[in-house]
């Protein structure tokens, strides 16, 4: 029997419009005793698929990326069998320790969705200046996507 797999797989195009709709992503790191460290965090993505968190600076995660850049990060949704869909990107994590960029990272997840002008952008900065000194920004530069709908299936599996 053929697979199936290219039957449930996203398009690119549909990929991005389901990342983009999601507002929470699991970041998997590789644990210093063997484990995948998951954790759920939100986030946003630039043009490019580029996807940006924040975290504090001496969180587990950090530690684990520092040690091993690479990350598996997952997007998901469904109840039912016929519902599941979700996306895998394989990714490597750049960690970057700049209050201003996890300034603008925070206020990019904190704002996604809402048009908002530049007073309005400068004054949610100002209040989260505090928390963004205790951050880095976490940086994934995805390499391969893995994906299914299995609404694509039309109920037959």
């Not at 850049?69 to 997007?75: D, I, N």
Request: charged share 25%; aromatic share 8%.
């Amino acid at each position: 029997m053929p697979s199936r797999r290219n039957n449930i797989e996203l398009s690119a195009g549909e990929v991005d419009a389901y990342i983009d709709s999601r507002k929470t992503i699991i970041i998997v790191s590789n644990g210093v005793g063997g484990y995948p460290h998951p954790m759920p965090m939100w986030f946003y993505r630039d043009a490019d698929g580029v996807v940006y968190c924040t975290t504090f600076r001496k969180s587990q995660k950090v530690l684990n990326y520092q040690r091993d850049p690479r990350a598996t990060l997952l997007v998901e949704s469904g109840i039912e069998y016929s519902e599941l869909k979700g996306v895998v990107v394989y990714a490597r994590c750049e960690i970057i320790d700049d209050v201003e960029a996890v300034t603008d990272t925070l206020v990019r997840i904190n704002t996604r969705g809402q048009s908002i002008d530049d007073t309005q952008r400068q004054s949610i900065a100002g209040g989260m200046v505090k928390s963004a000194q205790k951050r880095v920004l976490l940086k994934f530069h995805p390499e391969r996507y893995v994906s299914w709908d299995h609404a694509k299936l039309g109920g037959v599996y």
